[in-house]
């Protein structure tokens, strides 16, 4: 249920995120089985980018729709028979040879996920007080970086022994902690659970209900193209992954025939970009409990976008792939920020019973940019090496983040200028999905 309390609900949110973490390295162990299984049977650039964009479209293109579900449907009901579905649908993509039937099943999993992404997304908000909501957006951060962080490594490993099989089978029992969370959590929202109301929290700590969250108090009636410093956050963060999501097609070619690097050490490098968002998530969330100027939040999320676009560029330059290392902690840590500003601005700005809502759109925005990255690496991959492409990438990161800098001063003027309010209390119980910004 959702609730306005002085008390957070700490089982529950530590319960939320270890089911997601544990489903987020089981996604990263199969796409990383499969990526390896493309590049190692001589599948080029195209190949891989279908993969990644059968795994990637469904999120986009169902995003009203989940968003919509997530927000009307009972969070039990919905993780409970999605996770179900999604462990047998993983079972059949380990014994699928066709490789039209593998793209199929890669593309309804990517279903489930649009829809369980919302969900779990407005769940940890509903879970703890106010003035709690950046530490559990930090847990949820951690979960998401070290299930990601085994992912990888875990599929260098298993790839290596046991060909792709193995990682797939495992992938299909780590759908089942989505029904164990949906079965367990005391917190619930959707379906027949009273609405929550959205509060802020008063000077000595307790929270008021019955405030409104987001630019003119619009309550029920948020949009997204009616929040101008929300829009200007989603569309940024989307061009610049656009501009430098190639490098989830390119980096497999790079480390393994460029670098001549081996899949063990493919997978290590991968781990080292989820390695970094450890950290990097708790430094935001220290950072943004400090923060009530949403403007602040928007400005960190351009600056750590910034930064993962420059750890793009000095890879081309690396001789080495044991270098991308260093680079790729140091993206990721801006990635980690990155998520954790992201996710409190939504929060605080978005009404409760639209927050999947809100979470699935921003979802699809950045999916939207993986997307054109997939697409464009996996073409030009075919005319170009990747190393100047890597660069080309990097660059291209750091110019969108430098034309988005002067619309967020004007976007935050403006807001200002019309007495929306910039400055608010911590988001009422409701946060957002973690999200690899730029690298996969």
Do not use: K
């Not at 499969?34 to 190692?40: T, V, Y």
């Amino acid at each position: 249920m959702s609730f306005t309390t002085d008390r957070s609900r700490w089982p529950d949110v530590w319960l939320a995120a270890t089911a997601r973490g544990v489903t987020i390295c089981g996604d990263f162990l199969a796409a990383t089985a499969l990526a390896l299984a493309l590049q190692g049977a001589g599948a080029g650039g195209l190949a891989v980018s279908g993969l990644l964009l059968a795994a990637t479209l469904p999120l986009v293109v169902l995003a009203p729709l989940a968003g919509r579900l997530a927000d009307r449907v009972d969070s039990r009901t919905l993780l409970v028979t999605v996770g179900l579905a999604q462990a047998a649908i993983c079972a059949l993509l380990a014994v699928a040879g066709d490789p039209v039937v593998v793209v199929a099943l890669v593309a309804l999993l990517a279903c489930g996920l649009a829809l369980t992404q919302p969900c779990l997304a407005a769940l940890i908000p509903a879970m703890v007080r106010p003035a709690d909501l950046p530490r559990a957006s930090a847990i949820s951060q951690t979960a998401v970086s070290l299930g990601a962080l085994g992912g990888p490594v875990l599929a260098g490993l298993l790839v290596g022994q046991f060909g792709t099989r193995v990682p797939l089978l495992v992938d299909a029992v780590t759908y089942l902690a989505l029904v164990v969370a949906g079965l367990a959590l005391r917190t619930r929202r959707g379906g027949r659970q009273p609405a929550a109301v959205d509060s802020r929290t008063r000077p000595d700590g307790r929270v008021e209900a019955g405030s409104q969250v987001g630019p003119r108090g619009t309550g029920a009636q948020w949009r997204l193209r009616r929040d101008p410093l929300m829009l200007v956050m989603v569309v940024s963060t989307a061009v610049v992954i656009a501009a430098i999501g190639g490098i989830n097609v390119i980096e497999v070619f790079f480390i393994r025939e460029t670098l001549h690097g081996s899949a063990t050490t493919y997978g290590l490098v991968s781990a080292a970009w989820m390695a970094g968002m450890l950290p990097g998530g708790w430094i935001a969330a220290r950072l943004a409990r400090r923060l009530d100027d949403e403007g602040a939040l928007v400005r960190g999320v351009l600056a750590t976008l910034a930064v993962c676009s420059l750890m793009v560029l000095l890879a081309a330059f690396v001789p080495v792939a044991g270098l991308l290392v260093p680079l790729w902690l140091v993206g990721g840590a801006a990635n980690g920020g990155d998520n954790v500003f992201a996710n409190l601005l939504t929060a605080r700005r978005v009404p409760e019973g639209m927050r999947a809502r809100a979470y699935a759109s921003y979802g699809a925005a950045v999916q939207g940019g993986s997307m054109a990255g997939f697409l464009a690496g996996g073409a030009l991959l075919s005319v170009v090496p990747s190393r100047p492409l890597i660069a080309g990438a990097g660059v291209a990161g750091l110019l969108v983040v430098l034309a988005f800098v002067p619309v967020v001063t004007r976007t935050v003027r403006r807001e200002r200028m019309r007495g929306w309010p910039l400055r608010a209390g911590p988001p009422s119980p409701a946060g957002t999905p973690g999200i690899r910004s730029g690298h996969g």
